[in-house]
């Protein structure tokens, strides 16, 4: 089979780019997720997209510098060329390697892998990359868990003075920035990029969730992602979810993500999606508490541009 490249041009590239990823679930960890994750300012530089194509025109396959995540995301149609996985690191190699002493670098980048995926590990070690699950207190690996729309929603009572409500559209986002960034202690997200979002075709303006406090403020965020387009019964995805730290440890987090869920499942939701790192106890605690169970172990591998370090957040 004959592969080509061409420069990504267009906003249909970003919907064949999804499409490509819905049609292959269980091999992609982000597939509801991914109109977060392409309106990021990473594909503001049309240099930081990847597309292959076969001799037809099809896309087979697609790769993104993640620069808010230091990760490479990419999908690839799992019948083509196997060489086709070793071009798609080439070419995140070549790219990380040009952008690396500019704004947009990073020493280093990062690649989710599902444990199960030996064919994909083999490759990224080969490439250079490493495992990040066993690198004593720097250790990191992530988890994909789900939860079953059968599985009933407990009702958990909001602290005093404290409503959960949708986004207030545009006019609202500066403030969720403001808190998103204060949670995850970056300044990656931007108002440009959370004002992609909300005009996504995909995205729900009723399962945008913000927690308010009795002051006013913005509390917390917990936004929801409908796969409305998918083969099988619909699935949410959670991304992102966050509790300003002043808020913590009074059940807030429980709260709005509860009504997140009774959205999602009002909407058709057969299940719902969240990952989340195994060092973050308290996400993977507050998810197993309101029914998610872990589906897939998630690895990460690591290669290294310079010796400087990572943060892993936001």
Not at 96 to 115: C, E, K, Q, Y
Not at 122 to 143: I, M, Y
Not at 186 to 194: I, P
Not at 248 to 266: D, F, H, K, P, T
Request: overall charge negative.
């Amino acid at each position: 089979m004959k592969i080509g490249q061409r420069e990504f041009s267009a906003e249909t590239d970003k919907q064949a780019m999804i499409a490509l990823a819905r049609a292959f679930p269980t091999d992609n960890l982000h597939v509801v997720d991914l109109p977060y994750r392409l309106s990021s300012w990473a594909l503001d530089c049309p240099d930081n997209i990847g597309l292959w194509i076969n001799a037809e025109g099809q896309l087979l396959a697609w790769a993104v510098i993640q620069t808010p995540f230091w990760a490479i995301d990419y999908v690839y149609h799992p019948r083509a060329d196997k060489s086709l996985h070793r071009q798609i690191l080439a070419w995140a190699d070549r790219r990380a390697r040009t952008v690396l002493d500019t704004s947009i670098g990073h020493p280093m980048w990062f690649v989710n892998v599902f444990a199960s995926q030996t064919d994909r590990i083999r490759d990224l070690e080969e490439a250079g990359f490493a495992s990040q699950a066993n690198v004593g207190e720097d250790s990191w690996s992530k988890v994909l868990m789900q939860r079953a729309a059968q599985t009933p929603v407990a009702d958990y009572a909001l602290p005093t003075g404290f409503s959960i409500r949708p986004l207030a559209g545009e006019s609202e986002v500066e403030a969720y920035v403001q808190l998103h960034r204060a949670v995850f202690e970056s300044k990656n997200m931007t108002v440009e990029w959370r004002t992609r979002t909300l005009r996504r075709p995909e995205y729900r303006a009723d399962l945008d969730l913000v927690a308010v406090a009795p002051d006013g403020r913005l509390a917390a965020f917990c936004v929801c992602w409908l796969d409305r387009d998918a083969e099988e019964k619909p699935g949410g995805q959670i991304e992102p979810l966050g509790v300003h730290a002043d808020f913590r440890q009074v059940g807030l987090g429980r709260a709005i993500l509860s009504e997140g869920l009774r959205r999602l499942y009002s909407c058709g939701a057969d299940r719902v999606y969240v990952e989340t790192d195994r060092y973050r106890n308290a996400a993977w605690e507050l998810y197993e508490a309101v029914g998610f169970r872990l589906i897939q172990d998630v690895l990460v591998y690591r290669k290294d541009y310079s010796d400087a370090h990572a943060p892993r957040a936001g």
